[in-house]
């Protein structure tokens, strides 16, 4: 087993206690950041056609930008919204960071607004600070298959 599938494997485990210990979590995955793009890593809920996407784009993309982490309350409200499902009300996206450099990100939808609160989002950090050596490796690996 190569470290990258290594890798991809606890992160897999990490999305998927996630997403069966949190009621409300639909929609509960990894991207990672390779350059100006998001890639989708592991994920839990319906599959999405949004595999790749564009820095700047969507809430997920709009996070990398301003390197900041996003709860949106109500998706409807948004112009740059890219929907993974139609059920869809609201959405958390918190960066992986590693210092200043960002890895990646998780992302979760939920079927109900107000679905995310900043105890979410300091979960997360706290979730994502564990993880980032595993986000790193997957990474490496992820941009060698690219290249
Ligand atoms: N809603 C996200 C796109 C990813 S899907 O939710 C899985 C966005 O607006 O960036």
Redesign the pocket.
Known sequence: MTAGEDAGQILDKVIEYLHEQMQDWH?T?IYILIEDKLYLGP?RGPA?E?TV?EVG??????AVKEEKNQIVDD?NTLEN?????VG?SS?I?VLIKDGDEVLGQF?I?SDKKRAFSQEDERMLKEIANLSKNAVREYRAALMASLS
């Open positions: 929609w995955g994920y999405t949004h996407i784009k969507g809430v997920c993309g709009t998706v919204y890219i929907a993974c499902s869809t959405e996206v992302d939808d």
